[in-house]
């Protein structure tokens, strides 16, 4: 109930504003911009338990062609350049290639947080994992169907379930928890049911010692157990229910972003994450306390007074 009252009580996100919005759209069928930056100004994180009536308000939004600029934005540097930041990169087709397992690299790490890709590949050489990646690689679509475009996220779905079809892809590796999330949630329904594994489901018997709080992401929680078995010494709390970066927030409000990520980082213990986009959000804000779990294996991993392989 505090974090409720808290909530409702920020002039920043107010989760009686998705209330009102999902009425006045169900009753006049329109909303103006304040209504508009009012549904965004929510990380979905689900602490009110209204998540989803604002999630069912911004895809009525949307339906009725009223989409806030950030959505357009988002939606066209997708289709146009494959990735939601709009970063422009040289693709070649490897479409005859056949590969059955896959790293989904993931727009984050492949765009903005490149060393914890190169980590993560680290990490799977080590643990002997053998994979390719796609030349032509795409966006997931889990922020199309967070900002509550249906359509385009769907759009984005069926040209990579094409890719992975063409490839005889059966096993996909993500980095990014939202990728893990959307390839569990929107592909199986699609005719294409592959085994999706977020990359800490390969990292058993690895232990890294340290007193961290690790923050949990919004989009694999759940994995929350198996990293305190990485990180032992971690308390079974999550440093905060939102990193500040999720539901498109980063792309629509960063002072919103940042302000939460502050919350985040407001105890002096230095911060584990497992997901790029929160990693993106608070490295800028505390760059020495924020660690990102794969780099700090692959940095340790050869030393034994840190990383233990219990293999």
């Known amino acids: 109930?505090?974090?409720?009252?808290?909530?409702?009580?920020?002039?920043?996100?107010?989760?009686?504003?998705?209330?009102?919005?999902?009425?006045?759209?169900?009753?006049?069928?329109?909303?103006?911009?304040?209504?508009?930056?009012?549904?965004?100004d929510c990380n979905l994180c689900n602490q009110c338990h209204l998540a989803g009536l604002n999630l069912r308000t911004r895809e009525k939004s949307v339906k009725k062609g009223m989409v806030n600029n950030h959505l357009a934005q988002v939606r066209q540097n997708i289709t146009e350049y494959g990735n939601s930041y709009g970063i422009k990169t040289e693709k070649?087709?490897?479409?005859?290639?056949?590969?059955?397992?896959?790293?989904?690299?993931?727009?984050?790490?492949?765009?903005?947080t490149p060393e914890?890709?190169?980590?993560?590949?680290?990490?799977?050489?080590?643990?002997?994992?053998?994979?390719?990646?796609?030349?032509?690689?795409?966006?997931?679509?889990?922020?199309?169907?967070?900002?509550?475009?249906?359509?385009?996220?769907?759009?984005?779905?069926?040209?990579?379930?094409?890719k992975f079809k063409s490839r005889g892809i059966k096993?996909?590796?993500?980095?990014?928890?939202?990728?893990?999330?959307?390839?569990?949630?929107?592909?199986?329904?699609?005719?294409?049911?592959?085994?999706?594994?977020?990359?800490?489901?390969?990292?058993?018997?690895?232990?890294l010692t340290g007193n961290y709080t690790i923050q949990d992401p919004c989009h694999a929680r759940e994995k929350g157990v198996d990293v305190r078995k990485i990180l032992s010494e971690a308390s079974n709390r999550s440093a905060s229910p939102c990193c500040g970066a999720g539901g498109g927030m980063m792309?629509?409000?960063?002072?919103?972003?940042?302000?939460k990520g502050l919350k985040t980082l407001s105890n002096d213990k230095s911060v584990?994450?497992?997901?790029?986009?929160?990693?993106l959000n608070l490295s800028p804000l505390?760059?020495?306390?924020?660690?990102?779990?794969?780099?700090?294996?692959?940095?340790?991993?050869?030393s034994s007074s840190e990383v233990i392989c219990a293999k």
């Open 171 to 207: 096993k996909i590796i993500t980095i990014c928890p939202g990728c893990y999330s959307a390839l569990n949630k929107y592909y199986a329904s699609k005719d294409f049911n592959p085994e999706i594994i977020l990359l800490v489901d390969l990292l058993e018997g690895l232990k």
């Open 251 to 259: 792309a629509h409000n960063k002072a919103l972003a940042t302000k």
């Open 1 to 40: 109930m505090n974090d409720l009252n808290e909530m409702v009580e920020s002039p920043d996100c107010s989760p009686l504003r998705s209330i009102y919005c999902n009425l006045k759209i169900g009753i006049t069928g329109k909303l103006n911009q304040k209504d508009l930056k009012d549904i965004y």
């Open 272 to 279: 584990v994450t497992y997901c790029p986009f929160c990693y």
């Open 116 to 162: 914890i890709l190169k980590s993560a590949e680290r990490l799977l050489k080590i643990q002997g994992i053998k994979y390719e990646v796609m030349d032509d690689e795409t966006c997931c679509g889990n922020i199309l169907f967070n900002l509550g475009d249906i359509k385009a996220g769907n759009a984005a779905v069926e040209r990579n379930i094409e």
């Open 92 to 112: 070649t087709s490897d479409k005859n290639l056949k590969m059955e397992t896959v790293l989904f690299k993931g727009c984050t790490s492949t765009h903005k």
């Open 286 to 302: 505390e760059s020495k306390r924020v660690k990102d779990l794969y780099q700090l294996l692959d940095k340790n991993l050869n």
